[in-house]
């Protein structure tokens, strides 16, 4: 397994500010490099911050956001304009205020525009296939109390998904109960995961993800890593380690 670092912040909103600069940084080196760097966003009230903190800072980057790729680790499958959307969450914080490029941006399809959650994790697979890069830059990933990452949640089917890049949720345990994640498979195709947590109440869970013994079934966070791995943590989410 590759190595597993652990940041913790004294605060969240310490944590959000050392997030964003971090992006912000491998964003513009990989831009330096002449890469196209693809992420993966995800939701959360955490996130929403970092997304808004990304955006005050966006006019004084070198960052070059029609040349960054956007993708979600996991959408909730409700109609496009539901605020459960994860995708309308991002553009209200973050790309409705900053230059992207429409045809960057990739979204599960919602639920008044394909029939299915099933319709969608194809179409969304077929879009991946298509547009991405192969791996991301950087995947962005939340942890829920009960340990869930995406929608991936204890002893649910979609943990046992292979060979698939997204894959139909229902039946899930946090309301809406339909959804779309990429597989752990396709989680594992990037040069860093990161990990943000926020709160006492994720303490339990993120103890779980990094205790030297557990299983993916019961803590899905454990099961993604990449060639590098960061937890960003603030004191409140650090404080069962």
Not at 83 to 97: C, G, M
Request: glycine residues 8%.
């Amino acid at each position: 397994m590759n190595d597993v670092h652990v940041r913790r912040h004294d605060d969240a909103d310490v944590l959000v500010g050392d997030v964003a600069s971090a992006l912000l940084d491998r964003l513009e080196a990989a831009q330096g490099r002449g890469e196209v760097p693809q992420v993966g966003l995800t939701g959360g009230s955490i996130a929403e911050e970092l997304h808004r903190e990304l955006a005050r800072r966006a006019t004084d980057s070198a960052v070059d956001w029609s040349r960054v790729v956007f993708w979600w680790g996991d959408e909730r499958f409700v109609p496009a304009d539901s605020p459960d959307r994860n995708a309308r969450q991002a553009r209200e914080s973050l790309l409705d205020h900053v230059p992207v490029d429409p045809a960057n941006v990739h979204e599960v399809p919602a639920s008044d525009e394909v029939a299915t959650a099933e319709d969608a994790a194809a179409a969304y697979s077929e879009s991946m296939r298509e547009h991405g890069a192969g791996f991301f830059e950087v995947l962005m990933l939340g942890i829920g109390p009960d340990g869930h990452c995406a929608s991936l949640f204890p002893g649910h089917p979609a943990l046992e998904a292979r060979d698939a890049i997204a894959v139909a949720v229902h039946d899930s345990p946090k309301p809406p109960p339909d959804r779309v994640s990429l597989t752990f498979e396709a989680m594992e195709r990037c040069r860093a995961v990161w990990f943000i947590a926020s709160g006492e109440g994720k303490a339990e869970a993120v103890a779980r993800a990094l205790a030297d013994d557990g299983s993916v079934t019961e803590t899905p966070a454990r099961g993604v890593r990449g060639d590098e791995t960061v937890w960003w943590l603030d004191e409140a989410a650090a404080s069962a380690l």
